[in-house]
């Protein structure tokens, strides 16, 4: 089991352009979170979805920012015209069933991150 | 709206001391309490997690209790070491749904 995957690690963009960020979640799990987290700052949600369902995106910007989980293929958090203030560490998760001490419960397991810097 | 408080945000301790983070939930259906180690440059991981129904739980060196009156739950770290040094964050899960809030994080660093 590869875990979640996320790419590109690092990606930089001028202001304006478009930035697309790609999670693999866990083999079978059908439930994926993005967060952001600005440099030195914690992980704000953004985004939750399920195959083909956006479930809540309350802590997504309205403008520029948008997610998508198709039915193939990898969730994408694409960020459009982007800004220096976008700068961050863009982190999906996917939830996992995990049978250690808490049987039970659903966890959230992260991919390594996308680091995206914004000239 | 939910939110999680955590405090401190920083935190020094010598080698082999004890260390403790807070956190504090808004939203009284939270059940699922987990923490979460961040070092430097690499991805958030599950250190420890407590359920609702349990009081206390402990994992080797690290433990966390829950007080579901006061809504406070805290990670406790015993005899700490240079590689307990990162960033801790609690997080809480609302009942009946999938939303995890994260406080805003603690940076330990255990000094030898």
């Known amino acids: 089991n590869a875990g979640v995957m996320q790419n590109p690690r690092h990606l930089v963009r001028r202001r304006g352009q478009e930035a697309r960020l790609r999670c693999s979640p866990m083999?079978?799990?059908?439930?994926v979170y993005w967060y952001r987290q600005l440099p030195e700052e914690g992980l704000k949600f953004m985004v939750y979805?399920?195959?083909?369902?956006?479930?809540?995106e309350s802590g997504m910007p309205k403008e520029r920012f948008s997610a998508e989980f198709p039915k193939e293929g990898p969730s994408i958090l694409r960020i459009q015209q982007v800004v220096r203030g976008d700068s961050a560490a863009y982190f999906c998760?996917?939830?996992?069933?995990?049978?250690?001490?808490?049987?039970?419960?659903?966890?959230?397991?992260f991919g390594a991150g996308s680091r995206l810097t914004v000239l | 709206g939910e939110n999680v408080e955590q405090h401190p945000s920083t935190l020094s301790v010598q080698e082999g001391d004890s260390a403790v983070i807070k956190c504090t939930y808004s939203d009284s259906a939270s059940n699922y309490f987990p923490w979460y180690k961040q070092e430097l440059g690499k991805r958030p991981q599950l250190i420890i997690d407590i359920r609702s129904n349990v009081g206390e739980k402990k994992d080797q060196r690290i433990a966390v209790t829950l007080n579901k009156t006061a809504k406070h739950f805290s990670l406790h770290i015993t005899e700490t070491q240079p590689e307990d040094s990162a960033v801790y964050f609690c997080?809480?899960?609302?009942?009946?749904?999938?939303?995890?809030?994260f406080g805003t994080g603690t940076r330990l660093k255990v000094l030898a």
């Open positions: 998760a996917s939830l996992s069933y995990s049978w250690g001490a808490q049987s039970g419960a659903n966890v959230l397991t």
């Open positions: 979805l399920q195959k083909e369902n956006i479930i809540d």
């Open positions: 997080a809480a899960r609302l009942s009946g749904t999938y939303k995890y809030i």
């Open positions: 083999k079978g799990h059908s439930h």
